[in-house]
T-cell receptor, first 116, second 109 residues
């Protein structure tokens, strides 16, 4: 398997623009997670899905952020409108459910977002 | 939620030296992973180790779940070991992985 695939790897945009980050999880994994990494806050969980259904979005910072998982092989994280404080690296990760597999989490290479 | 503390926060080693990184967590867990974030930002899986001991080359890890800690051992360190080492845990009954603040390691020649 190719692992978790994220795109774009780098995005530079201007404040107010819409940003869409994309993720393809490892085939067969039941869970998909979106994390954000910043110097100030470290790695923080934004939202996670189980079988394409959002389970916990308590980490989503505000209404400007939304995430979808229309099918088992694709998820998006959208920021509209973007602000400079959204600049961060956004990671997608996936895993099997505990009991199905070990629940070990695998990360994509991240999408580095810069909002000017 | 569960608290995850890592120590030391920073570490500088001479190449060839050994080191031990520690991860303490505040509640029972059903999953513990160690990751290495390399200088390019990639998060590399090192160990999935909710309990017991595992070894992989120069690295080994031990988790004592009943005492709520895990240790990562690096032997004969190399410059390529530089980066940030994260411990992450999944609470018993839960599904999300909570990360510690990491140990920043620099290995010098």
């Amino acid at each position: 398997d190719a692992g978790v695939i994220q795109s774009p790897r780098h995005e530079v945009t201007e404040m107010g623009q819409e940003v869409t980050l994309r993720c393809k999880p490892i085939s067969g994994h039941d869970y998909l997670f979106w994390y954000r990494q910043t110097m100030m806050r470290g790695l923080e969980l934004l939202i996670y899905f189980n079988n394409n259904v959002p389970i916990d979005d308590s980490g989503m910072p505000e209404d400007r952020f939304s995430a979808k998982m229309p099918n088992a092989s694709f998820s998006t994280l959208k920021i509209q409108p973007s602000e400079p404080r959204d600049s961060a690296v956004y990671f997608c990760a996936s895993s099997f459910a505990l009991g199905v597999g070990t629940g070990e989490l695998f990360f994509g290479e991240g999408s580095r977002l810069t909002v000017l | 939620g569960i608290q995850v503390e890592q120590s030391p926060p920073d570490l500088i080693l001479q190449e060839g030296a050994n080191s031990t990184l520690r991860c303490n967590f505040s509640d029972s867990v059903n999953n513990l992973q160690w990751f290495h974030q390399n200088p390019w930002g990639q998060l590399i899986n090192l160990f999935y180790i909710p309990s017991g001991t595992k070894q992989n080359g120069r690295l080994s890890a031990t988790t004592v779940a009943t005492e709520r800690y895990s240790l990562l051992y690096i032997s004969s360190s190399q410059t390529t070991d530089s980066g940030v080492y994260f411990c992450a845990v999944r609470e018993g009954g839960g599904n999300k992985l909570t990360f510690g603040t990491g140990t920043q390691l620099k290995v010098e020649l």
